[in-house]
Nanobody, 120 residues
Framework: QVQLVESGGGLVQAGGSLRLSCAAS????????MGWYRQAPGKQREFVAV???????TYADSVKGRFTIYRDNAKNTVSLQMNSLKPEDTGVYYC??????????????WGKGTLVTVSS
């Protein structure tokens, strides 16, 4: 079993910054990708950013230039630095990981989410 635990959400004014963190633990052999999704009230969950290892990152168009994803492979952590926040960035942010377990299974795991609220 693998657990993902997020932290760092909160309330911030528009134009401000927040940093989210996520730590993976459990039966991990390797992590193939770690990233973030978000879900705004009344909307579907949407992709935000991913780090697939080797320095490869991908961002949603809506956050390019404002958000930066960092990954620490040695610690099995991923962070999301969010700058120039907008009210439309409000939502629950979920960490996810594609993990190869010690039993050699490739599985997707999700954290429980952390709430980000951006006030105008």
């Amino acid at each position: 079993q693998v657990q993902l635990v997020e932290s760092g959400g909160g309330l911030v004014q528009a134009g401000g910054s927040l940093r989210l963190s996520c730590a993976a633990s459990g039966s991990i052999f390797s992590i193939n990708a770690m990233g973030w999704y978000r879900q705004a009230p009344g909307k579907q969950r949407e992709f935000v950013a991913v780090n697939t290892g080797g320095g490869s990152t991908t961002y949603a168009d809506s956050v390019k230039g404002r958000f930066t994803i960092y990954r620490d492979n040695a610690k099995n952590t991923v962070s999301l630095q969010m700058n120039s926040l907008k009210p439309e960035d409000t939502g629950v942010y979920y960490c996810y990981a594609i993990v190869t377990t010690r039993d050699s299974y490739s599985m997707h795991y999700w954290g429980k989410g952390t709430l980000v609220t951006v006030s105008s």
